[in-house]
DNA sequence: GGTGAAATCTACCTAGG
DNA sequence: CCTAGGTAGATTTCACC
């Protein structure tokens, strides 16, 4: 599927989108043709799923970030679907994961301060019929950030 | 700073990094010069810190991805750097947060499989100086993956 | 806000294994 | 027959007006 060409390519894009096919191919040794044609089959075939800008929450306003892990008490599906549906609508939870064991979720939350993430834990989250318990950590450094998937 | 405009155009670009000067201008009711300046000044002035590709972490053979909470026990400059330097190294660990409280680590790791995160694990994390204790949680499902940040 | 030159992408074409 | 390299038209960007 992937060779050792393939495998760099991918990893030139995830730290530059916008690299064109002659970079590429001068990183790689290869055409601006061949290398084109790689980026178009990888993208075609899958590997790539889209492009995105990155941006600085700090420049934004959104100067705490923070993981709230949520207990379920009812596990039903119906209870579970009305707390997907919230996590999919707050716009401060920017991930959210379903984890194996107490089939909890994490939540990777983004706000402008401790006081309106301390709103967000105990008028949207607690509040929710399908919640038991949550617990919440604030992160103070980001040591690495979407590092290119290993392969 | 920003306005509604600036807001919506950093929104797009993070769905869509490839997004034209012309397309966006179709979205934001701009003539595709001002567009192209907007985002030129919200690069320049690092709210877009770059963009970057996505890619499917099960099509690059990466079916296990997980959260690993790291409780250091001596918490001494010189151990918690060199542990520092271990998250640097490896490629598992595609992201990385210090947290508050306990100052303990929590890690986001992409596996091949169930055995590669137990060697990561056991092999890896657990056998540094500065760790006491880890806790680790396998991710079922992805609901949601770095939606836009909220403004 | 618009225009034009320079650069880029994509599809097609040609050559070689 | 399939893969690599090159070329032309359309599109995009960026500096200038």
């Not at 495998?7 to 001068?26: I, M």
């Not at 899958?46 to 705490?64: C, E, F, H, S």
């Not at 959210?96 to 706000?111: F, I, K, P, Q, R």
């Amino acid at each position: 599927m992937l060779d050792a060409t393939d495998t760099r390519l991918l990893a030139a894009l995830q730290k530059d989108a916008h690299l064109t096919a002659h970079q590429l191919g001068e990183m790689l040794n290869l055409s601006p043709s061949q290398a084109g044609r790689r980026r178009q089959r990888l993208e075609a075939e899958g590997y790539i799923t889209g492009y995105a800008a990155r941006l600085d929450p700090r420049k934004l306003g959104l100067q705490v970030q923070g993981f709230v892990q949520v207990h379920l008490g009812t596990h039903g599906p119906e209870q579970s679907s009305s707390f997907a549906r919230m996590v999919e609508t707050r716009p401060e939870i920017t991930s959210a994961w379903t984890m194996t064991g107490e089939a909890d979720y994490l939540l990777h939350v983004y706000c402008e301060d401790l006081s309106a993430l301390n709103t967000l834990l105990h008028e949207v989250i607690l509040p929710h019929p399908a919640v038991a318990r949550v617990q919440s950590q604030i992160v103070m450094d980001q040591l690495k950030r979407d590092a290119p998937l290993p392969t």
